[in-house]
């Protein structure tokens, strides 16, 4: 995958001058009455973060470690919004590189499928988005969420590989481990360190380590140090990974969880992406959940410059209708009009899976139907189908039904270990700057060159 800055020589020195030049010159914004309106909070390749932004994110993040009970402070508040909205300018510079975008008539089916979803109306979905925003930058910012969830798991997905070994490993695990399986409420810090590290890179990173384990030692909040040291969009999180079912803990860190008890923190761990200190807050044990199946098929109708969106919702239309009146059956309407060759051939059928294993608004449109029902056209990353629910069951303590579920908790943990790498390798080929005085005054230094020497793949 060639990413942005690597396409467009990163952010040569050029346009860092550029860049910097307007931050000075331009950073500050006057209106008519020359009264101050916004400065420039940092530089991420060639895109800007507004003073703004930053002070919004910083009350919004305030705000959600407040709601968690984790005393963060307001400065290391203010850096882990920074994180985020680094994150997130570097994901959406990335969507724009391939051209991916949602427009008007998209953005309102995908809100119309998430509301939906969950139960309520569009209004307030987007009021949940931003309570105090227009409702065009509400739309705005789930445009951009929207935009940034396709891009991770895209990209992401195709970093995870799954061996059928592993498969029956785990469910031969989880098939031992019965009815009940301990869940760890767990927080991380992650202090970063490329896996090529020199072994200066790697002193630094210890020596930062030791100064997080005293500071704790002295009594310093676990959830504000990981804010703190953090990067990307964990830092939002102030280190709070929630429960995790013991299945899901990763390999490296269950030897020593199991040896410790709530309190502790354990490490430092090295992985591929720093070293990591993991605090054990608790235990509790929970049942294991039943695993409910689907038995599905789709008719797919892909999207392109010659034939856009509005042409395939008005086919798929027709031929539902068709479908209704007994004109054609499901099966061969697939046959004939799928353009999903795997599943096409069988008359569209997908056979049973959980909803997991389906692209997230494929799956939340199918859960929806009952046995028999015809969704109306869904829109997914792949175009757009129609969905026929053939049958549910519930499975248990099958063999398949073990490995199954083995295999969407080995894919949620490494999808969750990929998308920290591939934030990863994004921050390495970026160009930021900070200017914002509140971070520079406590000392805060997060500035970085471009890196036009790492792999993205």
């Given at each position: 995958m060639v990413y942005l800055v690597k396409s467009k020589k990163g952010f040569n020195m050029f346009g860092k001058r550029i860049a910097l030049a307007l931050t000075a010159a331009l950073g500050?914004?006057?209106?008519?009455?020359?009264?101050?309106?916004?400065?420039?909070?940092?530089?991420?390749?060639?895109?800007?973060?507004?003073?703004?932004e930053l002070d919004a994110m910083q009350k919004e993040m305030a705000a959600n470690f407040a709601s968690r009970g984790q005393q963060v402070s307001p400065v290391n508040a203010r850096k882990a919004a920074l994180e985020q909205l680094i994150t997130k300018s570097l994901i959406l510079q990335q969507a724009r590189t391939h051209g991916l975008n949602l427009n008007d008539m998209q953005l309102d089916q995908a809100l119309e499928q998430f509301a939906a979803r969950n139960g309520v109306s569009v209004k307030t979905l987007l009021d949940q988005m931003g309570p105090g925003l227009s409702e065009a930058a509400q739309?705005?910012?789930?445009?951009?969420?929207?935009?940034?969830?396709?891009?991770?798991?895209?990209?992401?997905?195709?970093?995870?590989?799954?061996?059928?070994?592993?498969?029956?490993?785990?469910?031969?695990?989880?098939k031992q481990l019965g009815s009940?399986?301990?869940?760890?409420?767990?927080?991380?810090?992650?202090?970063?360190?490329?896996?090529?590290?020199?072994?200066?890179?790697?002193?630094?990173?210890?020596?930062?380590?030791?100064?997080?384990?005293?500071?704790?030692?002295?009594?310093?909040?676990?959830?504000?140090l990981a804010a703190l040291y953090t990067q990307g969009s964990l830092a939002a999180q102030g280190g709070d990974l929630g429960y995790i079912p013991e299945s899901r803990v990763p390999v490296p860190f269950l030897p020593s969880l199991l040896k410790s008890k709530p309190g502790a923190v354990i490490g430092p761990i090295r992985s591929p992406y720093g070293l990591h200190l993991i605090k054990y807050v608790g235990v509790t044990d929970g049942a294991v959940k039943t695993i409910t199946m689907y038995d599905a098929s789709h008719i797919l109708l892909t999207t392109s410059i010659v034939y856009p969106d509005e042409t395939a919702v008005k086919e798929l239309n027709l031929l539902r209708d068709e479908i209704l009146k007994g004109a054609i059956s499901f099966s061969d309407a697939a046959k004939n009009f799928s353009e999903d060759p795997g599943s096409a051939i069988n008359g569209g059928d997908l056979g049973y899976a959980t909803p997991d294993r389906y692209d997230p608004a494929f799956a939340a449109?199918?859960?929806?139907?009952?046995?028999g029902e015809i969704s109306e056209p869904v829109r997914s990353s792949f175009g757009y189908h129609l969905i026929k629910l053939n049958d549910i069951k519930t499975d248990l303590d099958s063999d398949a039904s073990?490995?199954?579920?083995?295999?969407?908790?080995?894919?949620?943990?490494?999808?969750?270990?990929?998308?920290?790498?591939?934030?990863?390798?994004?921050?390495?080929?970026?160009?930021?700057?900070?200017?914002?005085?509140?971070?520079?005054?406590?000392?805060?230094?997060?500035?970085?060159?471009q890196n036009t020497s790492s792999n993205n793949g």
């Open positions: 500050i914004a006057f209106n008519a009455n020359a009264q101050t309106l916004d400065t420039t909070a940092a530089v991420v390749n060639n895109d800007i973060i507004l003073t703004s739309r705005e910012r789930f445009r951009e969420d929207l935009i940034i969830g396709e891009v991770r798991r895209n990209q992401v997905r195709n970093r995870i590989k799954i061996s059928d070994s592993e498969v029956k490993l785990l469910a031969k695990n989880l009940v399986e301990p869940s760890y409420h767990l927080s991380q810090l992650i202090v970063p360190l490329a896996a090529n590290a020199t072994s200066a890179q790697v002193q630094r990173a210890v020596n930062t380590v030791d100064k997080i384990k005293a500071d704790l030692r002295k009594g310093a909040d676990f959830n504000d449109a199918m859960v929806r139907l009952k046995p073990y490995e199954d579920q083995a295999r969407n908790l080995i894919f949620e943990r490494l999808f969750r270990e990929e998308s920290i790498a591939w934030e990863r390798e994004l921050r390495d080929t970026a160009y930021i700057h900070v200017s914002d005085p509140t971070l520079l005054n406590a000392g805060i230094d997060i500035d970085q060159e």
